[in-house]
C-alpha cells in the first residue's frame, strides 16, 4: 500500500535484526514505511504486519543493493509511486571473518558494494529533496568497527570507518539547512550477522548481547534528537575512545585477539 500524503521513512536491510526494528519503531511514530531488502517474502510479510498495526502506508522493494542498478532502481521505483523520503535509514551491511589472503574477493567486493557504495548512493539521491524541502534526517548505521582496524575483518571494519567519516562530514556540510546526518555505531548485537559473517563459534558473537530493539529504539532516539555520532552501550564507548587514544599496534593487536577467540 503506497501514497503521497504520508511522511516516509525507507529503511534498508529491513528484513531482520535492527533494520527490522528501525521499521517497527518508525512506524509506531506514524511514518509510512518504504521497505528494503533481499527476501521478499520477509517484507511483505513485515509490511501486512506493520499495516495492521499501525494502520501506515508500506512499500516494498525486494533487491540486493550490493548489486550495480539496484540503488538506482529502489530511487526510481519509490519515485514512481510519489514518495518523498523524510526519514532514510542506510541500515543494509554484512561483514565476513578471516585473512583477507583467503577470502573470497566477490564477497569482499559485495561488502564494500553494499555496506559503503549503496550507502553513498541512497544518501546522494534522497538528500537533495529533503534540503530543498528544509528538513530531513539520515541515520547511517556504522558499528564500533569504525574506530579501529580490524585484523580477520580487515575490509568490514574498513568500510564502517569509510561509513562515519563520510556521515560526519555531510552532516556538518548540512548545517543550517534543517537536515542531520546521525551515525549509530553499535557494538555486537543479537542478529544474524555472525552467522553471515561466518563467524558463528567466535567468542564475541556470543554472552549477554543487547537487543536488535534496544540498539534501534537508542539510534532512533538520537536521530530525531539530531545528534551526530552515537555508540551504544557504556562498554562500547569505552572500547571506541580507546581506539582513537591508545597506541596504534596496541589497538591492532588487541582487536585481533579479540576476534580470534
Request: overall charge positive.
Amino acid at each position: 500500500m503506497a501514497g503521497d500524503k504520508a511522511d516516509w521513512a525507507l529503511v534498508t536491510g529491513a528484513s531482520s535484526g535492527i533494520g527490522m526494528e528501525f521499521a517497527w519503531l518508525l512506524a509506531a511514530r506514524g511514518y509510512a514505511v518504504a521497505l528494503s531488502a533481499r527476501r521478499a517474502d520477509r517484507l511483505e510479510s513485515l509490511a501486512a504486519e506493520l499495516e495492521r498495526e499501525y494502520r501506515v502506508r508500506t512499500f516494498v522493494f525486494a533487491s540486493d543493493l550490493a548489486e550495480p542498478g539496484a540503488a538506482l532502481r529502489l530511487s526510481q521505483a519509490i519515485a514512481a509511486e510519489g514518495i518523498e523520503i523524510d526519514v532514510l535509514v542506510n541500515n543494509a551491511g554484512f561483514g565476513l571473518l578471516g585473512n583477507f589472503v583467503e577470502t573470497p574477493w566477490e564477497r569482499e567486493r559485495a561488502m564494500i558494494d553494499l555496506n559503503v557504495r549503496a550507502l553513498v548512493e541512497l544518501t546522494k539521491r534522497f538528500l537533495p529533496g529533503m534540503v530543498e524541502r528544509g528538513r530531513g534526517r539520515v541515520l547511517n548505521v556504522a558499528s564500533t568497527a569504525a574506530f579501529q582496524p580490524g585484523p580477520l575483518m580487515a575490509v568490514y571494519f574498513a568500510t564502517k570507518a569509510f561509513v562515519l567519516s563520510f556521515s560526519e562530514a555531510v552532516n556538518e556540510e548540512l548545517r543550517g539547512t534543517g537536515v542531520n546526518v546521525t551515525t549509530l555505531c553499535p557494538g555486537p548485537t543479537q542478529s544474524e550477522f555472525f552467522e553471515k559473517a561466518e563467524a558463528r563459534d567466535r567468542q564475541l558473537g556470543k554472552g549477554k548481547l543487547p537487543t536488535a530493539r534496544q540498539v534501534a529504539s537508542f539510534g532512533i532516539s538520537a536521530l530525531f534528537q539530531g545528534k551526530r555520532t552515537v555508540v551504544y552501550g557504556f562498554a562500547n564507548r569505552i572500547l571506541a575512545l580507546l581506539g582513537r587514544i591508545a597506541p596504534r599496534d596496541t589497538v591492532i593487536q588487541g582487536t585481533r585477539k579479540v576476534l580470534e577467540r
